[in-house]
């Protein structure tokens, strides 16, 4: 599976959006993007997926770049209960196991 | 979306003895699950893959004998640490992937147990 390197920390406001970044430069064709998040003392969370579109749903927004080198995880406007850390994994179905990097702990601050 | 739990939450047990954990998914059936470990301040681990019907797959490193896995049905698997040590205590987490509307794949994860062993 590719790797993925992502930002170790970032923080954010209360009520603003949160851009959360992923590098995977060596994704290939059949690879999804995969971004989970996990809330302290919890399993992890699935928030969303894509191949190549930008895909949006309740919780957030996948931007894919057309090269699919990386992507871009968007809270439209983030609260409190959002604190997390924050996986992107790549990986070609859902179907095998998921190999976690060490994510982004986003901090959100009011 | 798909739910998977684990019972119990978590649990405290002497040097020694044995503790079962339960992954279920609880509206989907999932011939896969597959059971991680975190360690504090730690990502999360892959250590084996439990398949429905037969044999798990263990990762490099995982001791098949202290962790048994049994996937007995299509909608549960359990985690058995024999013997535990404190060096067992861990967070224990499983996961099931199920087809979502749309046609992919997706694995959903359960709250974890909390495994503490004096």
């Known amino acids: 599976d590719a790797k993925t390197t992502q930002p170790t920390s970032m923080d954010c406001a209360e009520g603003r959006a949160a851009n959360l970044p992923c590098n995977h430069s060596?994704?290939?064709?059949?690879?999804?993007v995969y971004w989970y998040r996990q809330i302290h003392s919890q399993g992890p969370q699935y928030i969303i997926h894509?191949?190549?579109n930008n895909e949006t749903n309740e919780m957030a927004s996948l931007i894919i770049t057309e090269d699919r080198k990386s992507s871009t995880l968007i809270l439209p406007h983030a609260t409190l209960r959002d604190t997390a850390v924050y996986y992107c994994?790549?990986?070609?179905?859902?179907?095998?196991?998921?190999?976690f990097g060490s994510g982004t702990r986003l901090q959100v601050q009011p | 979306g798909a739910v998977v739990s684990q019972h119990p939450s978590w649990v405290i047990c002497k040097s020694g003895t044995s503790v079962k954990i339960e992954c279920r998914s609880l509206?989907?059936?999932?011939?896969?699950m597959f059971w991680y470990r975190q360690f504090p301040k730690q990502s999360l681990m892959l250590m084996a893959t439990?398949?429905?019907?037969?044999?798990?797959?263990?990762e490099q490193g995982v001791e098949k004998d202290k962790f048994l896995i049994n996937h007995a049905s299509l909608t549960l698997s359990t985690l058995t640490v024999t013997s535990a040590h404190p060096e067992d205590s861990s967070f224990y987490i499983c996961?099931?992937?199920?087809?979502?509307?749309?046609?992919?794949?997706?694995?959903?994860f359960g709250p974890g147990t909390r495994l503490t062993v004096l």
């Open positions: 994994i790549v990986g070609p179905t859902g179907r095998r196991a998921l190999t």
């Open positions: 509206d989907f059936q999932a011939t896969t």
């Open positions: 996961s099931a992937s199920t087809l979502l509307a749309g046609g992919t794949d997706t694995q959903y």
């Open positions: 439990s398949n429905e019907g037969s044999k798990a797959t263990y």
């Open positions: 060596t994704i290939s064709g059949n690879e999804y």
């Open positions: 894509g191949l190549k």
